[in-house]
């Protein structure tokens, strides 16, 4: 059986935070955020990753992964572009958005061929979650329903001070399975409350220790074939109610999947802290808590040394 894969994605622009956040050194020696997450991985055991990036972006994302993190990982390229749709359908006139994270996760369907995780390029997400993952993907194999995975983080651990985040609030059952997860796009913290809004007025407490998602999943294969089946029904819908900002979100169908019964997700807990750069006032927050870790010994002063 083929080792787990790690999937990026990465071609989104980060358009609060003003430019290609991916790319922004974050670490002493010019690490980017992705760089400690792939020296994580890598630790984990994983040996590939493929990066979900735009076209446009081929030549940057080479220039900075391939030198570094090439020296240990296989590193694969998949575009996510407009025009990757099903037949008979055309992305809108004035559409620049890319449909969403179930559709970069779709773009990888040619590249793997064996159970995955998913993360994003721009977060932050810890040591254990690494390995957690890959020892639940090394022995991942579908049965009677699908079998996946994601990593949990506590509500606290994930905020900024500088703004909102938007965070997949979840429910487990006794025994550790994923019942639901609601997108919340705007939660913050409000005279010492974490709370979120929907509509701007309104604001709804979470309490501490809920659980969220940050987007780091662990497939089978099987994702790919529900992805690209359910991608048609989300177009219908899309291109009439929300032509040029609707988005298909990748937990929206694991939701699916669950309430269908077809699938369940082990939520593997982790006590760390998020890291992330969501708005420009983050990074030095971010740059001191990785200087830290480096100087703790949990990573070496060099990653790719």
């Not at 760089?35 to 493929?50: E, M, N, Q, T």
């Not at 220790?209 to 899309?238: H, Q």
Request: charged residues 25%; glycine residues 8%.
């Amino acid at each position: 059986m083929k080792g787990p894969i790690l999937v990026v994605m990465a071609a989104g622009m980060g358009s609060r935070y003003g430019g290609l956040k991916q790319m922004d050194p974050v670490g002493s020696n010019g690490e980017l955020i992705i760089d400690f997450s792939l020296y994580d991985a890598w630790k984990a055991g994983f040996r590939k990753v493929i990066f979900i990036i735009k076209r446009e972006m081929e030549k940057d994302f080479r220039a900075m992964i391939e030198p570094k993190a090439g020296k240990k990982l296989e590193v694969v390229f998949a575009f996510q572009e407009l025009t990757d749709v099903p037949e008979g359908f055309h992305p809108p006139n004035g559409r620049v958005k890319p449909w969403g994270t179930g559709h970069a996760v779709l773009a990888a369907r040619k590249e793997v061929d064996a159970p995955f995780a998913v993360i994003n390029a721009d977060d932050y997400y810890g040591v254990q979650a690494f390995q957690d993952m890959y020892d639940f993907l090394r022995n991942a194999h579908d049965d009677d329903k699908y079998r996946y995975c994601m990593v949990g983080y506590l509500v606290e651990n994930t905020l900024t001070e500088n703004g909102h985040v938007a965070r997949g609030l979840c429910q487990a059952d006794e025994n550790g399975y994923l019942q639901d997860i609601v997108e919340r796009t705007k939660i913050q913290r409000n005279n010492g409350q974490i709370q979120y809004t929907e509509n701007d007025c309104d604001w709804a407490t979470i309490a501490e220790g809920t659980l969220v998602s940050m987007n780091l999943w662990g497939f089978t294969r099987s994702i790919m074939k529900e992805l690209e089946k359910r991608f048609s029904a989300f177009l219908e819908s899309a291109l009439k109610e929300n032509p040029l900002k609707g988005e298909y979100f990748l937990p929206f169908v694991v939701d699916e999947l669950i309430e269908e019964g077809n699938a369940t997700v082990k939520v593997l807990k982790s006590p760390d802290k998020w890291q992330g750069v969501t708005y420009k006032e983050d990074k030095e927050n971010v740059v001191r808590a990785l200087q830290l870790l480096k100087d703790q010994g949990v990573y070496p002063q060099n990653l790719w040394e």
